[in-house]
């Protein structure tokens, strides 16, 4: 299996403020057939599902705010919320689906 | 809309069984493969097993081959995780997840969840 580890544990960030999150795989997760990565970004709050934010790497799921950024390639890649908001206060896993689903062990984001 | 609702957790002894369902709407149910992915504080999320919307092709993670089955019924448009010879580490948020596509790994769609507690 794959395995995916992120950066930082958590972080506190102003309202208004940029959080980055990182995360890396320990095997390209680029498909050569079609030069995609096969990586998403989920958000998770208290008592619900992770919710999908970003897929292939960089494209926003349906409703997501342009607010959150995914970017990176092969095995190093970045959520970047911009302009945080409160409602933005969760966990964010990173996935990759390349081979066998595995996630990575989660980033807290709180409120400065 | 999709929806995914999963029914069938609580409390088990260790060495006992428990099966899952997970009843799916607002989608062809035989056109996605779905899901099982458990969660727990110490272990996060962890992917247990697969089966696609033409019932045969199933896939399992290693932690769990052996001891769970998953199964679907079309009828039903309901998904099962038939979970054996339960330990104390398979206590976690059971998740019924559907699949972006036939079998791609991407979930956009999640139940709520249902809790399974093993414990003597």
């Known amino acids: 299996d794959i395995m995916m580890t992120q950066s930082p544990d958590s972080l506190a960030v102003s309202l208004g403020e940029r959080a980055t999150i990182n995360c890396r795989s320990n095997?390209?997760?680029?498909?050569?057939?079609?030069?995609?990565?096969?990586f998403a970004w989920y958000q998770q709050k208290p008592g619900q599902p992770p919710k999908a934010l970003l897929y292939?790497?960089?494209t926003r799921a349906s409703g997501v705010p342009d607010r959150f950024t995914g970017s990176g390639s092969g095995t190093s890649f970045t959520l970047t919320i911009s302009g945080l908001q409160a409602e933005d206060a969760a966990v964010y896993f990173c996935?990759?689906?390349?081979?066998?689903?595995?996630f990575g062990p989660g980033t807290r984001v709180e409120i400065k | 809309q999709v929806q995914l609702v999963e029914s069938g957790g609580g409390v088990v002894q260790p060495g006992k069984s428990l099966r899952l369902s997970c009843v799916a709407s607002?989608?062809?149910?035989?056109?996605?493969?779905i899901h099982w992915v458990r969660q727990t504080p110490d272990r996060g999320l962890e992917w247990l097993a697969v089966v696609a919307g033409n019932e045969r092709d199933k896939n399992y993670s290693d932690f769990v081959k052996g001891r769970f089955n998953i199964s679907r019924d079309k009828s039903k448009n309901t998904v099962f995780l038939q979970m054996d010879s339960l330990r104390p580490e398979d206590t976690a948020v059971y998740y019924c997840?559907?699949?972006?596509?036939?079998?791609?790994?991407?979930?956009?769609?999640w139940g709520q969840g249902a809790r399974v507690t093993v414990s003597s």
């Open positions: 292939w790497a960089s």
């Open positions: 996935q990759q689906y390349y081979s066998t689903p595995t």
């Open positions: 095997r390209s997760v680029v498909s050569t057939s079609n030069n995609k990565n096969y």
């Open positions: 607002g989608f062809d149910f035989t056109d996605y493969s």
């Open positions: 997840v559907r699949d972006s596509g036939t079998y791609l790994g991407l979930f956009f769609y």
